[in-house]
């Protein structure tokens, strides 16, 4: 498949102007993703179509906690990413793209389709596990035809992507889950070979598109949990984004070639009530705890709207439309 968002020199050589790396690539080579070819200067995917991880998952996964609770989506991803981070919890596939594709199995955006409507309790299509941009133009033509059948499109991003092609997808895209890794550019530098002010640009730019946006960030021992600049985050978050923006602070675990031991609780906890004198909704994950900072309390009155066990949900106190049944706040969730 060749792909959008690039510009071809006198010498075949190719800009590719998807992502904010915007990588110079020669005839026969790709770009920093390892995904995107330069085929006698036209880009092409080497994976368009593969579908490497798929499954029906519980909507809470992605995570999302505030859009269709307690509903599932059908969740797709591919090979390939344009960060190289050295903690990747997906890096078998993020960190991996086969050098051929014969063999492999080429989807059809109709087929996935047709497949996400067969699933039972199933209300979309969730791009997901690598990082969706790397199948761009596969993302498009299938969340377009998914938009015409009436599922919901939702996009579980690193957020490092140029503003012309998120604009395209802001179009088709209901709601996203953006990871922002850490409010350090020296951070992204180091350990995730990106920068920060892209993805803050991203989740600016989600915010003024009117799409449902949620925050995930991955606490990391001794790289990204300093109080300060975490206070900054939430801040930041709070001024820029709205200070009822869902945010998740999730526990890492040693993965790839990060072995720092995984996050404390107390670290956990400690991040979490930081972060709630900004925001109205924050979330602890991956602590497989249900004491604190899984279940969701309204903001007006405090009553606790929606419990959850693992990802299993229950709407206590909300009504139909995501408003508090005992105050009338919200909407706090969206449900329709």
Same mark, same amino acid.
């Given at each position: 498949m060749i792909t959008k968002y690039y510009n071809t020199n006198d010498n075949n050589s190719i800009i590719c102007e998807l992502c904010p790396h915007n990588c110079h690539i020669k005839v026969d080579k790709t770009g920093i993703c390892g995904v995107r070819r330069n085929v006698n200067g036209n880009l092409e995917i080497l994976s368009s179509g593969i579908i490497a991880s798929s499954g029906l998952d519980p909507i809470e996964?992605?995570?999302? !906690?505030?859009?269709?609770?307690?509903?599932?989506?059908?969740?797709?991803?591919?090979?390939g990413c344009n960060l190289k981070c050295t903690f990747c919890q997906n890096h078998e596939i993020s960190q991996n793209v086969p050098e051929r594709s014969n063999g492999f199995r080429h989807n059809q955006p109709a087929d996935l389709v047709a497949k996400a409507k067969f699933l039972p309790e199933n209300i979309g299509i969730a791009y997901t596990y690598n990082e969706p941009t790397m199948f761009f133009e596969f993302m498009v033509q299938t969340a377009e035809l998914a938009k015409l059948e009436g599922l919901k499109n939702v996009m579980v991003s690193n957020g490092f992507i140029n503003l012309k092609p998120l604009d395209e997808l802001t179009e088709l895209i209901d709601a996203f889950n953006i990871d922002l890794k850490s409010f350090s550019d020296n951070f !992204?530098?180091?350990l995730t070979g990106g920068r920060l002010n892209p993805v803050l640009n991203t989740l600016s730019r989600i915010k003024e598109s009117g799409k449902h946006l949620e925050i995930s960030f991955l606490v990391i021992p001794t790289k990204n949990d300093s109080l300060d600049d975490s206070l900054a985050m939430f801040n930041w978050i709070a001024t820029n984004l709205g200070e009822d923006t869902i945010l998740h602070i999730n526990k890492y675990y040693p993965a790839y070639k990060m072995q720092v031991h995984p996050t404390s609780t107390s670290t956990l906890v400690e991040l979490y009530e930081l972060a709630k004198t900004k925001l109205k909704f924050v979330y602890i994950g991956n602590l497989h705890s249900e004491e604190i900072g899984c279940n969701t309390q309204c903001p007006s009155c405090s009553a606790t709207v929606i419990k959850r066990s693992g990802y299993h949900t229950s709407l206590s106190a909300l009504d139909s439309k995501g408003y508090c049944k005992i105050c009338g706040y919200g909407p706090i969730v969206i449900l329709d």
């Open positions: 996964k992605k995570p999302l !906690y505030h859009y269709y609770p307690g509903h599932k989506i059908y969740s797709i991803g591919g090979y !992204y530098k180091e």
